[in-house]
């Protein structure tokens, strides 16, 4: 993961909780068809992610609350080749990392507090990547969740690369990271693919 440690800034509550909502808003706006759009433009981008990094072991997360929904782009990247596994991440207790199980396609789901599915039972999966949901982000890499830290612990104990994945209208000069946040190792959004500090891979 990058060490990105010194883009701490001092904390401001009110203000990361403004560009959290403010982001969340403008995804929930996006009318249905401008929202495929984009959809199929990042759906690319993850593309030539996969094709570079190879992973076999992919997390996603289920969409919520109108981010991009990654299911059918994680469906044709199951079918493309044998051997791959896709997995959802679940939260077991609260103030620990999540735990990644095996999702299939139409497999039985049970919904945790908030309401978003996860597979109910399997052994726990080490991701070779994990695709990130984006909120409010900047080009170093760093993100605003929804205020639970379950990414920034899970990151943290689990050696994988993480790719946030979001439209471009949560982009923001600065997120406000604190020292516990963990910065993504790319970033996928309809405008392209990132390094995390804000460059485009060459070619």
């Given at each position: 993961?990058?060490?990105?440690?010194?883009?701490?800034?001092?904390?401001?509550?009110?203000?990361?909780?403004?560009?959290?909502?403010?982001?969340?808003?403008?995804?929930?706006?996006?009318?249905?068809?401008?929202?495929?759009?984009?959809?199929?433009?990042?759906?690319?981008?993850?593309?030539?992610?996969?094709?570079?990094?190879?992973?076999?072991?992919?997390?996603?997360?289920?969409?919520?609350?109108?981010?991009?929904?990654?299911?059918?782009?994680?469906?044709?990247?199951?079918?493309?080749?044998?051997?791959r596994c896709a997995a959802l991440p679940v939260v077991?207790?609260?103030?620990?990392?999540?735990?990644?199980?095996?999702?299939?396609?139409?497999?039985?789901?049970?919904?945790?507090?908030?309401?978003?599915?996860?597979?109910?039972?399997?052994?726990?999966?080490?991701?070779?990547?994990?695709?990130?949901?984006?909120?409010?982000?900047?080009?170093a890499g760093f993100r605003l969740g929804y205020g639970?830290?379950?990414?920034?612990?899970?990151?943290?104990?689990?050696?994988?690369?993480?790719?946030?994945?979001?439209?471009?209208?949560?982009?923001?000069?600065?997120?406000?990271?604190?020292?516990?946040?963990?910065?993504?190792?790319?970033?996928?959004?309809?405008?392209?693919?990132?390094?995390?500090?804000?460059?485009?891979?060459?070619?």
């Open positions: 993961m990058n060490d990105s440690s010194c883009a701490v800034t001092p904390y401001d509550a009110t203000l990361r909780q403004t560009l959290r909502d403010e982001a969340v808003r403008r995804r929930e706006a996006l009318p249905a068809a401008q929202r495929a759009a984009l959809e199929g433009r990042i759906e690319a981008h993850l593309d030539a992610l996969c094709a570079d990094l190879a992973p076999q072991v992919l997390a996603f997360c289920w969409p919520w609350r109108a981010e991009p929904d990654l299911r059918p782009w994680v469906t044709r990247w199951l079918s493309a080749a044998p051997g077991l207790e609260r103030h620990q990392p999540l735990v990644f199980r095996r999702w299939l396609p139409g497999m039985q789901m049970e919904l945790d507090r908030h309401g978003i599915p996860h597979p109910p039972a399997g052994a726990a999966l080490r991701p070779d990547l994990v695709l990130v949901p984006l909120n409010a982000f900047d080009a639970g830290g379950y990414f920034d612990r899970t990151l943290a104990a689990l050696p994988t690369v993480a790719a946030g994945v979001g439209f471009e209208l949560g982009r923001t000069a600065s997120v406000l990271p604190q020292a516990h946040d963990r910065p993504m190792d790319w970033l996928v959004t309809e405008a392209g693919l990132f390094r995390a500090g804000g460059t485009a891979p060459a070619g």
